[in-house]
């Protein structure tokens, strides 16, 4: 009988999809019932694999859902400033460490660059239209320091600020409230060459960048990010060196970064709290390795509620992806047992001042989120890696698809940090391209974000107080070493014209904006 049910499930899904393309080539759009079908055959699928090994049942469902999402629910999109908005030497901004890192070396896909990427300095008209009749109500995006101050202190370039008035002045002329981003990876190579996020120094630099924006853009943005990601910065930048600034430092160096990196995020929280000019709300942008449970059995959820906030195993690359070791100092105003005793000789000395600068109470918990591992208690209790099946589904950058994970991540980072939570990244690489028909249909994504969103609601109805979901991304972009050989975005991008093309996945999740994920 499973069989019989899961052949007819595919064969229906086959129909529906014949049906689905025809429609697309012919209006443009996926209209609202055959969105309807898409959702209700992706999770159909999804209940059906979840028999299969390594999977999990989320939920119950035979209950009877009491809520989703939530009225005020924030559904937004996300870019970065490198990766989207080109003109790199334009207006007085100053080079950055992705503008030098770029350049030779071989670091980049193809030795390509994010100078002229989307062109949304010039284009960012064109793209907040797309975004507002994509119903989005949000937009995330990151300032460049180095466009706004050239050498990351003292002089502060106008053209720079201006660029962002007038972002910020579309976005809400257009009904698009800003989410802004302090920072999102591209240091100011003037910073770098006095030791970057090594110098003592650099919370008080960060500090005065937060304070000028603050003072500029707080009368009409009122929410913040300050980090996106510090386990990239410091994990990729300086323990790896597959991002700028491509170095790879000793334990010490790299411990002495991390708490550099989380005392300029609580000076940037004092600056913003200081000198906003209404009242802002602040979180930051942290990624991870997460963990989820191979079943509902009390024992492999303990298990996995435990290897999300614990080290896996005792390395340094290990710590760059520790949940624990970026959010525990953050939220809780300690860093983690069994990091301090594991690498405790390597950290800097570290007061109580330092603590209470980090620890700051913050306003939400921001988190991206793109997949998870599948644990199970072993005989210890201690989480053991389930094996994947042959086949395991993945996304054209090779991570695998794990939808269970917008359910189960909320529920442990609420369940710890006792903030409202939000999705900051969440989305997938495709192979897309332009069809015969003109149109880019990524069914792939289209299926992901059924998937995806369907668990993430279900922890809605679960009870976690979920604030809202920022898609990665908005459009293609410079996927930072991947160049451009990676497309995220629900709009393609033309790199060659510039011209933008909505996706299936973009009409898609403009219904599912439009209905408050009522169909999921």
């Known amino acids: 009988f499973p069989e019989m049910a899961f052949g007819f499930t595919i064969f229906i899904t086959h129909i529906i999809n014949k049906v689905?393309?025809?429609?697309?080539v012919h209006t443009n759009h996926i209209p609202h019932q055959n969105v309807r079908c898409l959702i209700l055959a992706g999770r159909q699928r999804?209940?059906?694999?979840?028999k299969s090994k390594n999977r999990v049942i989320t939920h119950n469902r035979e209950r009877k859902y009491t809520m989703g999402f939530k009225k005020d629910f924030i559904w937004g999109g996300a870019t970065a400033s490198?990766?989207?908005e080109?003109?790199?030497?334009?207006d007085g901004k100053g080079l950055n460490i992705w503008d030098i890192f770029c350049k030779g070396g071989g670091h980049i896909y193809e030795n390509q660059t994010g100078d002229a990427a989307c062109d949304q300095y010039h284009r960012y008209k064109e793209d907040v239209q797309i975004m507002k009749e994509m119903g989005m109500k949000a937009y995330r995006f990151s300032l460049s320091w180095a466009r706004i101050m050239p050498e990351g202190t003292g002089a502060v370039n106008e053209k720079g600020l201006e660029y962002y008035d007038n972002l910020i002045n579309e976005?809400?002329?257009?009904g698009i409230e800003p989410f802004v981003t302090l920072y999102h990876w591209d240091l100011p190579y003037a910073l770098h060459l006095q030791g970057g996020w090594m110098n003592p120094n650099s919370p008080s630099w960060f500090y005065e960048y937060a304070k000028v924006v603050a003072e500029h853009f707080s009368d009409r943005v009122k929410n913040f990010f300050t980090i996106n990601e510090p386990q990239c910065v410091v994990g990729l930048g300086y323990q790896t060196g597959e991002h700028a600034p491509g170095l790879k430092v000793g334990h010490s160096d790299y411990f002495r970064i991390w708490h550099n990196v989380l005392k300029a995020h609580g000076r940037a929280v004092e600056a913003l709290r200081e000198f906003s000019k209404q009242p802002v709300k602040i979180s930051m942008a942290p990624c991870g390795a997460l963990y989820v449970p191979e079943t509902n059995k009390p024992e492999d959820i303990k298990a996995a509620r435990k290897a999300n906030f614990s080290l896996p195993e005792s390395s340094i690359g290990a710590c760059s992806w520790d949940v624990a070791l970026c959010c525990d100092p953050v939220y809780l105003g300690q860093y983690p047992e069994d990091i301090l005793k594991e690498f405790g000789q390597f950290f800097p000395k570290v007061t109580d001042a330092d603590m209470k600068l980090i620890s700051q109470p913050l306003d939400f918990f921001g988190q991206n989120i793109y997949n998870a591992v599948t644990v199970r208690a072993g005989e210890d209790g201690k989480a053991v890696r389930a094996v994947r099946y042959d086949g395991f589904p993945q996304t054209a950058i090779g991570w695998p698809v794990t939808?269970?994970?917008?359910?189960?991540a909320p529920k442990f980072m609420q369940e710890r940090?006792?903030?409202?939570f939000m999705i900051t990244e969440n989305g997938m690489a495709s192979h897309d391209w332009v069809g015969v028909d003109g149109k880019v249909h990524d069914q792939a994504r289209v299926d992901f974000m059924a998937r995806y969103l369907g668990a993430y609601k279900r922890a809605a109805e679960d009870g976690v107080d979920l604030a809202g979901y920022f898609a990665w991304s908005v459009m293609d972009n410079f996927e930072w070493a991947y160049g451009y050989s990676q497309r995220f975005g629900l709009v393609y991008t033309?790199?060659?014209t510039q011209k933008r093309i909505w996706k299936d996945s973009a009409y898609f999740y403009k219904n599912i904006i439009e209905t408050n994920g009522e169909n999921l």
């Open 86 to 90: 080109g003109a790199a030497y334009e």
């Open 20 to 24: 689905r393309a025809k429609i697309v």
């Open 171 to 174: 976005l809400l002329d257009n």
């Open 82 to 84: 490198y990766q989207v």
């Open 417 to 420: 940090y006792k903030k409202p």
């Open 494 to 496: 033309d790199y060659n």
């Open 46 to 50: 999804f209940v059906e694999s979840s």
């Open 403 to 408: 939808p269970e994970v917008l359910y189960w």
